[in-house]
């Protein structure tokens, strides 16, 4: 009998986990379709795409999985019309938030997404939290020879960069316009390992908030990355070193 059980418990957890990657490979399929549909379909002509494609190749997304999502965003195959639309709220402590939504049905999401936030302690805004960030392409890699790191930072000034953020184990984060990133990528690329590059909502500037509501803004991101439409998440919450 324990052995069913033991059998039992293990279908559970992998209808679990192939649950949480099925998940994970509609949003990357979504974002995939998005990017091809706005820029076109071939990841050399667009960094965006080819960003994403890497990534989603990362979780072990299928290449069959990629090409039809490449496909059904430049038209070659039916599908359904995808929308991208941005939703405000704020947080417990007042923290802002920015929810990006790919999805094939606004009102579904609009009404899923406002349960989560109101179960949470948080509520949807309009036009109050917007203008605290700004957006911005992203380039984050690993420094490939930190003796070059005055190097690498010329050369980011070079290509136009808004700023340089040093994180932990030799990452860095550089940040530009959207419409500079090409030109930033081709000036740094040279100096980085497992680069990702991105468009992002970057916040003027962060806050701090007391213990107890970082456990419920914790809770709240969570849930709210378990809802198939939400892409990403953005915040003005201020990282702890």
Known sequence: ???????????????????????????????????????????????????????????????ENIEKAIKRGAGEIEGA???????????????????????????????EIKKILESNNSKMVSGSVIWKFKKLGKIQGVLKDLNRKEEFELAAIEGRAEDIKEKKDGVFEVFALPENLNNLKSKIEEFLDQQEVSIEFVPNEEISIPKEDLEKLKNLFEKLDENEDVQEIYSDLKEED
Not at 99 to 109: G, L, P, S
Request: proline share 3%; charged share 30%; glycine share 6%.
């Open 81 to 111: 019309k995808l929308e991208n639309f941005l939703i405000e709220a704020l947080g417990p402590g007042g923290v802002s938030i920015l929810i990006d939504v790919v999805t094939d049905n606004k009102n579904r999401a609009l009404s």
């Open 1 to 63: 009998m324990s052995g069913h059980s033991k059998w039992s418990q293990i279908k559970y957890k992998k209808a679990i986990e192939d649950a949480k990657k099925a998940k994970i490979f509609s949003k990357f399929s979504r974002l995939i379709s998005l990017a091809a549909r706005e820029k076109g379909g071939d990841p050399e002509k667009n960094s965006q795409l080819k960003s994403i494609i890497e990534k989603a190749k990362s979780f072990n997304m299928p290449q």
